[in-house]
């Protein structure tokens, strides 16, 4: 069964940081886009960063100058990262991989992500 499972979440202070990987099950991914969406208390989902197969990418404005996104393309399955640093509380929240396998978006478990003021 294809699948994305995302590691990496935890508690951090204000300023802090913390890196997220997501491992994606299957080669095929490494020919799309993937991306790191979240979702706030309050807010609905929301993308953070997208990279393309290629290695080009781009950020929402909260995310621009603070977090990295990459990925790594293996023979069998594809993994994909985002470093946060300069962490804000308003960060916190729960994180999700997100990738096109075969024409379908597939969507990880989410991890949480909490950051302390």
């Known amino acids: 069964q294809v699948q994305l499972v995302e590691s990496g979440g935890g508690s951090v202070r204000a300023g802090g940081s913390l890196r997220l990987s997501c491992l994606a099950s299957?080669?095929?991914?490494?020919?799309?886009?993937m991306y790191w969406y979240r979702q706030t208390v309050g807010n609905a989902r929301e993308m953070v960063a997208y990279?393309?197969?290629?290695?080009?990418?781009?950020?929402k404005g909260f995310a621009e100058g603070r977090f990295t996104i990459s990925r790594d393309n293996a023979e069998t399955e594809t993994a994909l990262f985002l470093q946060m640093n300069n962490m804000r509380p308003e960060d916190s929240g729960v994180y999700y991989c997100?990738?096109?396998?075969?024409?379908?978006?597939?969507w990880g478990q989410g991890t949480q992500v909490t950051v302390s003021s």
């Open positions: 299957s080669s095929d991914f490494s020919r799309n886009p």
């Open positions: 997100s990738g096109w396998y075969r024409n379908t978006q597939l």
């Open positions: 990279i393309g197969s290629g290695g080009d990418t781009n950020y």
